[in-house]
């Protein structure tokens, strides 16, 4: 499957913004996505998941009650909306395909990528 992020942007400390990952290719509701996000200097680190069908999000601690992931199957789009932003959420932002049905954080587990889409929140 063919992944694109897209929606990044610049935004002030509280603002909001919405990532889409487009799917093409493949049966996109055959994929569990993954969104991933990397600073400068930092390893890749997981940021937020969603089942195959919808039913089941897990998200890093530190973005619990500020993001939610979602997804459309039928427009083969998953998205992350994004409230709250802090400065510290700065990072290009990565959405990932993992076919196998077993929850996780880790990169290398994810076997799709896209390009990633660069959020930079402002103070």
């Known amino acids: 499957v063919q992944l694109q992020a897209s929606g990044g942007g610049l935004v002030q400390a509280g603002g909001s913004l919405t990532l889409s990952c487009a799917g093409s290719g493949r049966t996109f509701s055959s994929y569990a996505v993954g969104w991933f996000r990397q600073a400068p200097g930092k390893e890749r680190e997981f940021v937020a998941r969603?089942?195959?069908?919808?039913?089941?999000?897990y998200y890093k601690d530190s973005v619990k009650g500020r993001f939610t992931t979602s997804r459309d199957n039928a427009k083969n789009t998953a998205f992350l909306q994004m409230n709250s932003l802090k400065p510290e959420d700065t990072a290009v932002y990565y959405c990932a395909a993992d076919s196998k049905g077993v929850v996780t954080t880790t990169p290398r587990r994810y076997e799709y990528w896209g390009q990633g889409t660069q959020v930079t929140v402002s103070s």
């Open positions: 969603i089942s195959r069908d919808g039913t089941g999000t």
